[in-house]
């Protein structure tokens, strides 16, 4: 088993800046992949950037050039930097572990809200 935990979330003004940041702990060794995905109400669940542990990382279209993910393997942790925040960023983020054999794992969720 793996436990996530997250923090970071919060409200910005549009055009603003957060870092959320996640730890996991439990079969570390069990996980390759590690990022965020992102809830808004009344939306499905979608990915917004992942990183591999070989640091191959992956994002949605909608946050490229904006968002970077990164990863402290020594501190089992992960990273979302957001910048340029926009309001249709707003929603719940989740991390997410996947293990080598595609085994998911969710955080509980950290709101984060823009205004304009």
């Known amino acids: 088993q793996v436990q996530l935990v997250e923090s970071g979330g919060g409200l910005v003004q549009a055009g603003g800046s957060l870092r959320l940041s996640c730890v996991a702990s439990?079969?570390?060794?069990?996980?390759?992949?590690m990022g965020w995905y992102r809830q808004a109400p009344g939306k499905l669940r979608e990915l917004v950037a992942t990183?591999?542990?070989?640091?191959?990382?992956n994002y949605a279209d909608s946050v490229k050039g904006r968002f970077t993910v990164s990863r402290d393997n020594a501190k089992n942790m992960v990273y979302l930097q957001m910048n340029s925040l926009k309001p249709e960023d707003t929603a719940v983020y989740y991390c997410?572990?996947?293990?080598?054999?595609?085994?998911?794992?969710w955080g509980q969720g950290t709101q984060v809200t823009v205004s304009s």
């Open positions: 997410n572990a996947e293990s080598w054999v595609k085994q998911n794992y």
């Open positions: 439990g079969n570390i060794a069990s996980i390759n992949a």
């Open positions: 990183v591999t542990r070989a640091d191959s990382t």
